[in-house]
């Protein structure tokens, strides 16, 4: 267990924004206002060379989805309260935060995908501090993110669209992140050129010396057991947190290892630091559940592996 140090000691919540979060949220309600005069049903839907896009706007919910290439399935990427619009809807979007019990005051952030904007809006919003890098795919998600979920790049938020993969391995590492969160989606599953022994590589080679990189995966994926134990070979210590659903988010550092008690602590400290309109310390505790996989899976190379695959549903 890691020595508790005066940046996790619990802070006051804060009973007032600050000004420029006053100004942010104004402005993101601004931003928001012509979505919440729409009517209920499809807003938009489009099919791009990566994802078949679709933003629905269900009573106070507005959704992003993507489509199967095969039936009329859908699959929820984002969602958004337009009257809590700083809310996170979605407990894996949550419990991706717990990354902040390792790095409470991370001066750079990458986030690999986009989809609404959901974890930036939040990150931007409470970490004023914070740079933040966005990397997506596809233009199309962007224009979405702008155009209706109210993301709206500045000077400590970019949006760049590009592979996430070939963003790592070619950006320069003088500046390297803090955190960098995995939640780059299809309709499928994660690309599977986001899941191998390299790309972590690729990851851990952008992370600050006590860096953390946290992702989101699925129990139910055919290749959870391989993603999983390629995920941890890539890093000294690794933590899990089980979610209702099947939904696990998964955190790798070469910094500190954290039991399970010191976790919560933080993640109290987190909590009250911030402010979060939901119950960080109870995800928290989700971690002495388990979320176990088979050792015997294989390790994920690019020899083995198609670029442009995906980590399907069975």
């Not at 508790?4 to 924004?17: C, D, E, K, L, Y």
């Not at 930036?120 to 199309?140: F, K, N, R, W």
């Not at 559940?289 to 670029?307: F, I, N, W």
Request: proline share 4%.
């Amino acid at each position: 267990m890691g020595v508790v140090t005066n940046a996790f000691q619990p802070q006051t919540v804060p009973s007032t924004m600050t000004s420029w979060q006053e100004h942010n949220l104004a402005a993101l309600k601004r931003r928001l206002a012509g979505v919440r005069r729409a009517p209920s049903g499809v807003l938009f839907e489009h099919v791009s060379p990566y994802n078949h896009i679709l933003v629905r706007r269900a009573e106070d919910q507005l959704l992003l989805c993507y489509r199967h290439a095969r039936g009329r399935t859908e699959e929820v990427q984002s969602r958004l309260s337009l009257t809590d619009p700083l809310s996170l809807l979605s407990d894996y979007t949550q419990a991706m935060l717990l990354a902040l019990a390792w790095r409470p005051d991370p001066q750079r952030i990458l986030l690999v995908g986009l989809g609404g904007g959901r974890l930036q809006m939040v990150l931007h919003h409470y970490l004023e501090q914070t740079s933040l890098d966005t990397i997506e795919l596809d233009a199309a998600v962007e224009e979405v993110a702008r155009r209706f979920f109210g993301v709206q790049p500045d000077d400590r938020q970019h949006v760049i669209v590009r592979d996430g993969r070939e963003y790592l391995r070619e950006t320069s590492r003088a500046e390297r992140y803090d955190l960098i969160f995995l939640d780059a989606y299809q309709a499928s599953g994660v690309p599977l050129h986001l899941s191998t022994q390299e790309f972590y590589a690729e990851c851990h080679a952008n992370l600050t010396d006590s860096g953390v990189v946290v992702t989101n995966l699925h129990a139910s994926t055919s290749m959870y057991d391989a993603v999983r134990k390629t995920f941890a070979l890539a890093f000294q210590h690794t933590a899990a947190f089980r979610l209702l659903g099947g939904n696990v988010v998964v955190i790798g550092t070469d910094g500190e290892r954290l039991g399970g008690s010191e976790v919560c602590h933080r993640a109290t400290a987190v909590q009250e630091r911030y402010g979060f309109d939901f119950a960080l310390p109870e995800i928290a505790r989700r971690q002495t559940s388990g979320a176990p996989y088979r050792q015997s899976a294989p390790v994920l190379r690019d020899a083995y592996t198609p670029l442009g695959g995906v980590l399907s549903r069975p």
